[in-house]
């Protein structure tokens, strides 16, 4: 609502004025005067502010900043690390020739100003604002504290009914938690045996578990007839099912209201007795029934005979029955929940592959990779790793997504950087707009060589001119297209030509500056629309051609980044570009692609992991680091990286240097790429122990006849890679 709208009506409102002994009394007088709910107190001594604050609950501070001994910038952050913006408004008093103290002093932490000489409307105004703001921060916080409160006596309702099946809540695994009730249940009921039926998503009782060691029954039975659609009462299980009730019965054989043939042909065919039976329903939070409990033949502890089961303890079991469907309902909700997690993730791996086919099969195939790796590494019983092991499903899930999120801050990397497949692409490969340049400069040939010829000049010397340029052009053209495929190195001499031949000049007699995005034009230069036409170089670095980074592009300090980020964002250069070194990308592209892993980063710790995925960060962001400390984002050394950690930097490494689907570089040999693998081995890149583990286990060959290309697959020794680094 508007702050005029707000009530901060009260008897008075406390105010401290500072200003000096002149004209302290005189601006008193003014603000109680237009703000007669006021009671000021003035302060000539500045050093007794602080104090006074600290000593009196004022609703407002009112800051003379004209007069003398006060100094804004000193007391201004001492008052803030005490209260709140809200808390404590602060106005500055303050003649107009005082504009920069008054804007330094806003800028330190002081609510707003009023312009000297006071008048009625900006004192009114003004104050009310600030109470009103100030009146905001009090409810808020009031309602904070009592959503807090209210907070902390739900938590504790919620520990007490944990605490109750604290048990049963421990356990993880499904099997052992159905076999722990059943077993706790026959102990309660002193009985000779039970079952549990669990209710199908097809409304059908299903035979989970029992204590008898023969088979369970494949038949299930059903809560509906499938007839006639009407509720199946005929049963003890199901009418315990579908009216969520215990169902008591003495003796089987005089039993009238349920049909017991089933229970009595079991009998006949095993020679066993059943005589009493209790059936209870399990029912989580919701009430409704997830399963069955029934026990058979309680027995009397005294002589062992069999009795019906006694009335004071099916309570008892009544409530061990809602506590086993409230830690059966979690685990299902938990397992639903990874499931759910692990289903997420591979959306976004597909979307990633979607955006980029040439990388995103990258995000299926290195999980596969690693957890192969993995498994061979828990396999271990000697050996430097043979210490190694995931001990839990939640371990191994927690593994499973850390890997299948390992490249997730791709989402936010340009397709077009990802994709660089020459030096001179962006959204399009711009050696289209070069050669036109030189289709310009051929075509300017052949009219200078007709205009000889009109003029009467020398036929034969204007062709042989001609010629000669036609073929230099020819040459320049084909040696820069060739520059613009990505080479293993560049010599200084090709650069050096690269530049000489950019050197030549074209006349351009159209203006380039139309037609442009915001973006891009405000990115030029007041001397980038010269009349035309102009003279322009052949290949050039321009000033449009910078994108400056902008200061939010610039990683968190709190994060550890440790690499060097280019001044700019990009350098859309073409001397600049056909230059590089090696490969496709300039410095700026080949963070931007690095930068991928900073946004794994931010995306990741952003995501309130729970206790069994606090690793998948780790596991997600550390397959660039190598041993040494040479590595990127945080430079971590072999004393930061765990075995997990190593295991994902060789998958992530073997598939992208053996991939067959990249634009801007082919696929290797499987012997080649095992030889990079050495060579990084050997440099303190990888682990030379997850490197041989990949070698002996057989993992590098089972994936290569997975996702390699036949004629990548060519013999290799692995013994030639094994052994200790030179």
């Not at 190195?489 to 159209?510: A, N, Q, V």
């Not at 680091?625 to 075995?643: A, F, M, N, Q, V």
Request: charged share 25%; net charge negative; aromatic share 8%.
């Amino acid at each position: 609502m508007p702050l005029s709208d707000i009530n901060i009506s009260q008897a008075h409102h406390l105010a401290l004025l500072f200003s000096d002994v002149a004209a302290g009394p005189g601006l008193q007088r003014s603000i109680e005067a237009f703000a007669n709910q006021y009671d000021t107190y003035l302060l000539t001594d500045a050093e007794q502010i602080m104090p006074e604050l600290l000593r009196g609950n004022f609703d407002v501070l009112f800051l003379d900043i004209d007069g003398e001994g006060l100094d804004v910038d000193k007391l201004l952050p001492l008052v803030r690390q005490q209260f709140s913006l809200p808390e404590l408004p602060i106005l500055l008093l303050s003649s107009p020739l005082s504009e920069v103290k008054r804007n330094a002093a806003l800028d330190k932490g002081a609510t707003d100003f009023i312009t000297k000489p006071l008048t009625a409307n900006d004192v009114v105004l003004k104050t009310r604002n600030a109470l009103a703001f100030r009146h905001c921060f009090k409810n808020h916080r009031a309602a904070r504290d009592l959503l807090e409160q209210q907070v902390r006596i739900r938590t504790a309702k919620l520990n007490m009914l944990i605490d109750s099946g604290l048990m049963m809540s421990r356990e993880k695994s499904r099997d052992r938690l159905l076999a722990h009730i059943l077993r706790e249940g026959q102990k309660l009921l002193h009985c000779d045996g039970g079952t549990i039926f669990l209710v199908t998503q097809n409304k059908s009782l299903r035979f989970a578990i029992r204590t008898r060691d023969d088979v369970l029954p494949f038949e299930e039975i059903e809560l509906y007839d499938p007839v006639s659609g009407k509720i199946n009462d005929r049963y003890a299980s199901t009418y315990a099912a579908n009216h969520n009730k215990t169902v008591i019965i003495n003796n089987v054989y005089d039993e009238q209201r349920f049909d017991c043939s089933g229970t009595q042909a079991f009998d006949i065919k095993t020679g066993y007795r059943t005589v009493s039976l209790l059936t209870v329903p399990m029912a989580p939070r919701n009430g409704q029934v997830i399963g069955i409990l029934q026990f058979i033949n309680a027995l009397a502890p005294e002589t062992g005979a069999v009795i019906p089961f006694p009335d004071d303890v099916v309570e008892l079991v009544e409530a061990l029955a809602a506590q086993s469907a409230v830690a059966l309902d979690n685990l299902q909700l938990i397992e639903g929940q990874k499931a759910t997690t692990e289903s997420i993730i591979r959306v976004l791996a597909s979307a990633i592959d979607t955006k980029s086919p040439h990388t995103g099969h990258h995000c299926v195939r290195v999980p596969e990779l690693a957890m192969m790796l993995a498994e061979a590494a828990c396999k271990q019983t000697q050996g430097p790793l043979a210490h190694f092991n995931f001990e839990s499903e939640d371990q191994w899930l927690e593994f499973r997504v850390g890997a299948w999120l390992h490249d997730c801050g791709k989402v936010t990397t340009p397709e077009y950087v990802i994709e660089k497949a020459t030096k001179l692409d962006m959204l399009f490969n711009r050696i289209h707009e070069i050669r036109m340049r030189f289709e310009v400069l051929l075509r300017d040939a052949n009219i200078r060589r007709l205009e000889t010829l009109l003029e009467g000049g020398n036929d034969l010397e204007a062709d042989q001119k001609f010629d000669r340029e036609k073929a230099e052009l020819i040459r320049d053209f084909a040696f820069i297209a060739d520059c613009n495929m990505g080479r293993e190195s560049m010599h200084p001499s090709d650069c050096e030509r690269i530049r000489t031949i950019g050197e030549k000049t074209w006349l351009r007699y159209f203006d380039d500056t139309l037609g442009l995005s915001q973006q891009d034009t405000m990115r030029l230069q007041a001397d980038d629309k010269p009349a035309l036409p102009v003279t322009e170089q052949l290949l050039s670095d321009k000033p449009k051609h910078i994108v400056p980074r902008p200061p939010n592009k610039v990683p968190d300090p709190a994060l550890g980044i440790k690499m060097n980020i280019p001044e700019n964002m990009f350098n859309y250069g073409e001397i600049y570009n056909l230059s590089i070194q090696k490969g496709t990308l300039t410095a700026e592209e080949r963070y931007k692609i690095n930068e991928h892993i900073i946004e794994t980063i931010n995306l990741l710790e952003k995501i309130p992991f729970p206790d069994f995925l606090q690793r998948v960060p780790e596991y997600a962001t550390t397959h660039h680091e190598t041993l040494d400390g040479r590595g990127y984002p945080r430079k971590l050394t072999e004393k930061d990286l765990s075995i997990p950690a190593r295991i994902m930097a060789v998958a992530d490494i073997f598939e992208a240097i053996t991939a067959s689907d990249r634009p801007y570089k082919k696929p290797y040999k499987l012997s080649e790429s095992l030889k990079i693998l050495s060579n990084m081995k050997n440099n303190r890149h990888i682990d030379p122990d997850v490197f041989e583990l990949f070698l002996t286990s057989g993992v590098y060959k089972e994936f290569a006849v997975k996702y390699l290309l036949p004629e990548q697959i060519d013999d290799v020794d692995i013994y030639e890679f094994i052994g200790p680094s030179p």
